[in-house]
């Protein structure tokens, strides 16, 4: 166990000055900083469900809260969230804060402080590499919250039918590209370089699934209805993408299974001080 201090108080009023260096009249901009705070109420909810201890529940709340930090100078920067044309933006966040560690210095406690930049950067890599106990849970826990909350903005602009502005890059009406099919039947991922559509980007999404570290986050997935939601989308007449669907959905369940019934993602609970 290892003592943890954060200030979320302080925290979210750095956070507020630093997003006043950018354009929040800009909607795309806006839409981050919206997240940011949509992901900040997840994780506060997923680690009341994992009754994490409270120091380990504002750290893991502070890390949701800036994850996206590097989000404001990319798109002032480059126009585009896409980083494979601009930058790596979990590495630019980590960069642009740790630039200001004198100001976080006085609101965190150094272990605390550093779990955050390490959940900040490692938080949009395609996985985690081998990490300390002391910052792991809060990488998975930031991976969960921003997963589920764009689970969440996805289905929710599909609705209004503005999901095209949130996902220019991606044709609403094409159907699943043929390098995405051939990435998920042998690897059960998907990378953005090979996503066109907005198909293909709902794909990649059903593969975050197996990448979903905690119990809780499944379940707030399965309470959602958000993988049927998705699967609905998919043309039922093609056999190939009802194979991969079927695949997907089978690999899904077991990784449920294990997450619900084994509690192997729940072990954190002890590390954290619960
Ligand atoms: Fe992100």
């Known amino acids: 166990m290892f003592a943890l201090f954060a200030d979320l108080e302080k925290i979210q009023e750095e956070f507020e000055r630093y997003a006043r260096f950018f354009d929040l009249s800009d909607p795309m901009i806006k839409m981050k900083y919206s997240h940011s705070h949509d992901v900040m109420r997840v994780g506060g909810k997923l680690t009341d469900d994992l009754e994490w201890s409270a120091g380990a529940k504002r750290v893991g709340i502070a890390a949701c809260l800036l994850h996206d930090a590097g989000r404001f100078s990319q798109y002032r920067d480059f126009g585009t969230y896409y980083d494979g044309v601009s930058v790596d933006h979990g590495d630019r966040g980590y960069e642009a804060l740790l630039s200001e560690s004198d100001r976080y210095a006085e609101v965190t406690g150094g272990k605390a402080?550093?779990?955050?930049?390490?959940?900040?950067?490692?938080?949009?890599?395609?996985?985690?590499?081998?990490?300390?106990?002391?910052?792991?849970?809060?990488?998975?826990?930031?991976?969960?919250?921003d997963k589920l909350d764009v689970f969440n903005l996805v289905q929710r602009r599909m609705d209004e039918g503005t999901v095209g502005e949130l996902l220019p890059r991606h044709k609403i009406e094409a159907p699943l590209s043929e390098p995405l099919l051939n990435e998920v039947e042998k690897n059960w991922s998907g990378s953005y370089k090979h996503a066109s559509s907005l198909l293909d980007f709902l794909l990649i999404q059903l593969t975050w699934v197996l990448d979903m570290n905690f119990a809780p986050s499944l379940r707030l997935l399965e309470e959602n209805g958000i993988i049927s939601r998705i699967c609905d989308h998919f043309p039922k007449d093609d056999r190939r993408v009802r194979n991969i669907m079927d695949g997907l959905l089978e690999r899904i369940e077991a990784h449920k299974q294990e997450a619900l019934f084994q509690g192997v993602c729940t072990n954190s609970r002890r590390r954290m001080g619960a």
């Open 113 to 145: 402080w550093e779990a955050i930049l390490q959940a900040v950067k490692w938080h949009n890599k395609k996985s985690l590499p081998e990490l300390s106990e002391e910052v792991a849970p809060f990488c998975r826990l930031v991976r969960d919250a």
